[in-house]
């Protein structure tokens, strides 16, 4: 949609065409009674990249979408009834990290000016730019960037370089963390993903007004406002493609002519729907991790929880061997817990709250979900209650549970995997699929498979890097 409002500002003619009967894709909601849950993505960051998105297409920001800072970035628990309330700023992390886990300040200062050496080095190519065209590299700031690259974590794993920079093993595990940020194994992604501490800390988390679905929705309402067509329902069954063209896309009951097309969903999903495939797979990096997510309407309201809030494992490392090399759910899994009617009152009746409760999970490569989900309902409960001292599942008034077959059926995902492909190699960056495809002279790609990545902010940088490339060859 972030695409369609920039080209459809720049004078192109517009269509977006969605499977789904409302917006958003994973960016969605779900209603259960009188709860309201985020379906998808919980985190808002980089606020700015929104704004951006309105004002490229000559629009104010807060006419369609407005959202605060959290006081709180974060609050983390661990059974040994270690608490931690992350606040934003990055000398408030250093004082609450060494006051809640006995890391030294200069430990923390260290890593975090490392964090924002990694970011200033590389987002101006890896968040900004396509990488395959060769003016990215023609600058000098890009040359800088290149000649620093040793200094950039390439090399060694994020655990390593963690259990470097840190005394304290709960100080390497809550860094670790931000790997599962785009679905990778911090045991053997590169620490340049160490970069996202910087992204979270310095920019804050913040609170979208009615929820992360307002996102969707103010896209939405701009791509209506500025003229974009959209058609609800329709799933594609097939690409035309005519001497390396996409000529006419097909649904079940008609087709559409076309000049261009951009491609949003996951893009394994696509190949198999162009004409000229050969049927032979596309060449993939490893999926990403995928999700195991319970939507529950809690008939309490918990006062020591905040808007996000992690439950880690007591064997990180094990747990990741289960999720990326054993592909299931370890017993002792890391919870994640979203509340958004801690600021959007409205998701849940009062006195009650919305609790979006999810754990890391492999992709879907043919598990028994059934049996894996309530194995982990079990696991999760039993954890909860140790360490909030409730029972929860007597407070559990609505439910429904969201395995990787069920995202990848609801949302095109290749086996369920998140973001497409993991970080878990040293090149990785380098090797997610291009904006504009080499073989096919007008098809364009966006969106969490792709270049930059996945998350809503890489998602909106997608947009914009895509839609460039087609505005600039036009």
């Known amino acids: 949609m972030a695409a369609a409002c920039r080209l459809q500002s720049r004078g192109f003619d517009v269509h977006v065409f969605e499977q789904a009967e409302q917006v958003g894709g994973k960016l969605n909601e779900i209603v259960l009674g009188d709860y309201r849950f985020d379906r998808g993505p919980s985190l808002f960051t980089m606020p700015h990249w929104m704004d951006q998105l309105f004002l490229d297409c000559n629009q104010e920001p807060k006419d369609y979408f407005q959202s605060k800072p959290l006081d709180i970035v974060c609050k983390y628990f661990w059974e040994d009834g270690t608490q931690m309330a992350v606040p934003q700023g990055s000398e408030n992390i250093v004082n609450t990290l060494h006051q809640s886990l006995g890391e030294p300040k200069k430990n923390i200062r260290k890593y975090l000016k490392k964090s924002s050496f990694i970011f200033h080095h590389t987002s101006h190519i890896f968040l900004e730019k396509s990488l395959h065209k060769l003016s990215t590299y023609l600058n000098y700031k890009a040359l800088k960037s290149i000649l620093v690259l040793p200094f950039l974590g390439i090399f060694k794993s994020m655990n390593l370089a963690h259990t470097i920079f840190f005394e304290k093993r709960k100080a390497v595990q809550y860094f670790n963390r931000y790997a599962t940020y785009n679905g990778s194994n911090p045991y053997q992604a590169p620490s340049t993903l160490g ?16 929820g992360m679905y307002s996102i969707a929705q103010s896209i939405h309402n701009l791509g209506k406002k500025l ?5 609800l329902g329709k799933k594609i069954t097939h690409v035309e493609i005519v001497n390396k063209k996409a000529q006419k896309i097909f649904f079940e009951d008609t087709h559409f002519d076309l000049d261009y097309l951009v491609c949003n969903g996951d893009i394994s999903s696509i190949y198999p729907l162009f004409s000229d495939w050969n049927g032979k797979k596309k060449k993939l990096e490893e999926p990403s991790s995928s999700a195991l997510i319970f939507y529950w309407g809690i008939n309490k309201e918990f006062k020591n929880l905040d808007v996000h809030n992690i439950f880690f494992s007591n064997d990180y490392e094990k747990e990741f061997e289960s999720i990326f090399s054993k592909k299931i759910i370890d017993e002792d899994p890391t919870i994640y817990i979203n509340i958004s009617s801690k600021y959007a009152i409205a998701d849940a009746p009062k006195g009650k709250e919305n609790w979006f409760v999810m754990v890391n999970a492999p992709y879907d490569d043919e598990q028994n979900w059934e049996t894996i989900k309530m194995q982990t309902k079990k ?6 209650q140790r360490v909030l001292g409730e029972n929860i599942s007597d407070l559990i008034e609505q439910e429904v549970i969201w395995t990787p077959k069920e995202i990848e059926k609801h949302t095109s995902s290749f086996k369920g995997a998140l973001y497409g ?16 495809s080499k073989t096919y002279q007008n098809i364009y790609f966006c969106g969490g498979s792709v270049h930059p990545g996945g998350g809503i902010p890489l998602c909106l940088q997608s947009a914009k890097i895509t839609a460039e490339l087609l505005i600039n060859a036009k």
């Open 195 to 210: 970069v996202i501490p910087h992204i979270e800390n310095f920019f804050g988390a913040h609170a979208p007004k009615g």
């Open 421 to 436: 492909s993991s970080s878990n190699q040293r090149t990785a960056a380098f090797f997610r699929h291009r904006n504009k």
């Open 227 to 231: 003229g974009v067509s959209f058609h």
């Open 379 to 384: 696991s999760v409960l039993e954890k909860l």
